[in-house]
C-alpha cells in the first residue's frame, strides 16, 4: 500500500504544482472571478489589477510552496517514517481547505460561476487516500 500512498501523494503535489504555476504567471484574474465579479478584467481601473494580480501570485506561491513541500515529503514516505504522512495531511488541511471553502463561498455567491471546487476536493480526497494508506500494511 506504500505504493499507492506515494502515488496519491504525488498526484495531490502535482496538482497543487499546476494551479500554482496558474496563478503566478496569470496575467488577469480567472473566468470564474469575472463571473462573480459581474464585471471583465478590462473593466477595472488599473490599481485594482495590480492588487488582484499580486493577491493572485501570492496565491499561486503558496501553492507552489504546498506542492513541493509534499513532493519533498515523498522522500521520507518512501522510507515509511510515519511523521511524513502525519505532516502531509496536516499541511494539505491546513492549506486546501480555507481554498475550499473560498471557492465554495464564491460558488455561493454566483452560482455560475465555475470555481475549481473539483480540483480541492480532488487533493484532498488524495491526500486522504494517501494518508490511509500509508498506515495500512
Given at each position: ?10 498526484l495531490a ?125
Amino acid at each position: 500500500m506504500q505504493t499507492l500512498s506515494l502515488v496519491a501523494f504525488g498526484l495531490a503535489a502535482l496538482l497543487a504544482l499546476a494551479f500554482g504555476v496558474r496563478y503566478v504567471f496569470t496575467r488577469e484574474f480567472m473566468p470564474y472571478h469575472a463571473t462573480v465579479l459581474g464585471k471583465p478584467w478590462a473593466a477595472l481601473e488599473p490599481r485594482l489589477q495590480s492588487i488582484i494580480l499580486g493577491m493572485l501570485k501570492v496565491a499561486g506561491g503558496g501553492l507552489l510552496g504546498y506542492g513541493v513541500a509534499l513532493l519533498w515529503l515523498l522522500l521520507p514516505l518512501q522510507r515509511g517514517e510515519a511523521w511524513a504522512a502525519w505532516a502531509a495531511l496536516t499541511v494539505s488541511l491546513v492549506v486546501v481547505v480555507p481554498i475550499l471553502f473560498t471557492v465554495v463561498w464564491l460558488r455561493r455567491i454566483e452560482p455560475a460561476a465555475k470555481t475549481p471546487v473539483a480540483p480541492c476536493v480532488a487533493v484532498l480526497a488524495l491526500v486522504l487516500a494517501g494518508t490511509a494508506s500509508f498506515f495500512v500494511r
